[in-house]
């Protein structure tokens, strides 16, 4: 389709009669990840091809938004409410309604390239149709799909698009979902050359915020665009999770290993809140944040560490994000004060700034420094020109014409070998303050109302500073190295992983019988960027142990059958329990350092596993001041800053009531305690119906719908609810 005839049309249903009448009904329909998917339209081709066998379609996608349901009756009873107030208004996938009833027709095949953590564990046809790439790969991999098994099918993609006026002119922004649509731009030109059809549309909703750099296009870059005002549903909200005291004393170690002025990427949970706590700890109260990591031994274990790599003090410089997922953590960062770094577009400016050279305000002296770079001499190029007036070198109201900087009625040469017209741009010519400066970059960004809320309540100009661009940007240093690595000083790339090894392989995705939990994405990218960054670290967060069927089991395991990041790529590990340096380690030395930070009840099989293959020798023993990693031990020490009102469970609030809260974790718990014990846990349900119901108890019942309890079930479920508060201690 020629790019220069955009079609307007404003309902999903004539759309997809426009692609079938034109182009036939073999479609591959490619959607972003997760928040920038098009219900009407995901829904529109999926009708059609389940009232019409003779269509075929291939989805191809990943993280395909589910609204939560719960379960058991009681997690029903705590999600539909829920549901209702949280995602009012929001459509739901009919594909994805049938896929969990195994009820696709043949003719229509869905392939994800990520999943929600854990959610497709039971699902044979999304296990067996899950594409393992590398987030940067994703587009290659769907061009590839076509040229090698579906050479006369059009691929379509379709995603949500922010609109905004801009000069006169209408622009649309990818807004959450940068991550595919520049990548297309390069693919889809070369897959036509081999026959190949693509089209691109793009469905305007006007609750995406309007969000900047590669992200921008004008109305040529699509071949359709939808724009219905009843299409504009509100955007799939992830309300946060608790930070448990794990994650708060992982988010914790994490915090002192950023080093002020330099570059964070971290993914979208609780560890990412944990880590967010930890920072922002450390910036406002720097002389609290220095007592508790000296009470919790932090400091006495890995101060040489600490000092090397990161810091304790608060942040002057402040740190730079540069992240696939934009989530609310670089907002917290960013309104408190941390994400404050910015980076410029401008080889020549960075480096100046890394140099120390250089600052917001251009002084004199500095300038001067800037223009004896290389690249501007023996004669500044009108492209560099460009890119020094856009970081706010050079005065706005200059232009570049014939090898001259023209100032209205006067011109400066633009040959700096002539020191008194050197001297005269240096008079004349240069910004007072740096222009323009990104203090993070992203490819997608998905999360709670209160981030989304976030960025559309910012002023132009602050949103300006948080771009989005594609994840062959973000992710990788390949093309505009230069750029990226001046900007990407002392990067710290924290990941999380399941479990680990004692010789440092990583088991991130899946398990080892194959099954696919959730995806590599970008994991694999970072890592390798995070070794190939002289001043770069990876810190890979593991919970030391997981509960299976009420047995505690550890993450950390003398081998595992699957490995997403192999051993010769170790770098940091952190758990709750302290942190593990393994970049440059003999194997001996890995072993002993991840063993050090292993839940205590599993450290001695480790070990002895470990001497019986002569990985340590046999005379070795844990230090004592590694033998008490207990999760009991961190409530305890945790527990006189709890009673300050640190280390809460929403650190930066939440969508969820306080008997949402409550109910939640005691069920949870619950739960875990009648796994190892149903019996215990029967005669404590049965027990209730001899003892009245506390004062304490009406507001919780109320919100699960039990205060009147109807018939001996309902009254079984509401002891079920007493009995989990009090054993939480709630009553």
Known sequence: MDKQETLYINDAAKCVDYIIDNFGKKIVLGMPLALGKSYQMANEFYRRAKADPEIQLLI?????????????????????????RIWEGVPDFDYMLDLRKDGLPPNVALKEFYFRAGSFVHTPVAQQNHYS???????????????ENRPDWTFVACQLVARQEIDGKTYYSDSCNADLNNDFERLIPIAEELGLCGIVIGQVNNNLPFMYGDAVHDAGFFDIIIDNDQYHFPLFSVPKEPVMDAEHMIGLHVSTLIKDGGTLQVGIGSLGDAISYGLLLRHHEPDVYRRIVDDLGISSRYGALIDRIGGLDSFEAGLY????????????????????????PSTVIQRHLNEGVLYSAITREAAETVLQADELNPVIKEKWFNNLQYCGFFKDALRYEDYCIVDGDRRYSADLRDDANRQAILENCIGETLQNGIVAHGSFFIGARKFYEALRSMSEAERRQFIMTGVNYVNQLYGDEEIKRLQRKDGRFVNAGMKISIMGNIASDALADGTVISGVGGQYNFVSMAHALEDG?????????????????????????YTTIPRHLKDIVVTEYGIADLRGKVDQDVVKALINVADSRFQEDLLAKAKKVNKVPKDYEIPREYRNNYPWVIGEKLAPYRA???FQAFPSGTDFTEEEVVLTKSLRKFKQEAAKNKLAALKGVFGRFARPVPDAARPYLDRMALDQPNGFKEKMLRNVVL?????????
């Open 321 to 344: 994000g540069s992240t696939e997922m934009l989530v609310g953590v670089f907002i917290d960062l960013y309104k408190g004060g941390v994400l404050k770094r910015k980076v410029f």
């Open 644 to 646: 300050e009102g640190r």
């Open 537 to 561: 670290r990876l810190i890979m967060m593991i919970k030391s142990t997981k509960e299976h069927n009420g047995e505690v089991q550890s993450n950390i395991v003398f081998n595992y059958g």
């Open 60 to 84: 191809v996608t990943a993280l395909s938004l589910e609204k939560p349901t719960g379960s058991s009756e009681l997690e029903r009873r705590i999600v539909e409410p829920l549901a209702e």
């Open 723 to 731: 009995t989990a508060l009090d054993r939480e201690g709630v009553l």
């Open 133 to 147: 790439s590398n987030y940067t790969h994703v587009p290659r991999d769907m061009i590839n799909e076509l040229i």
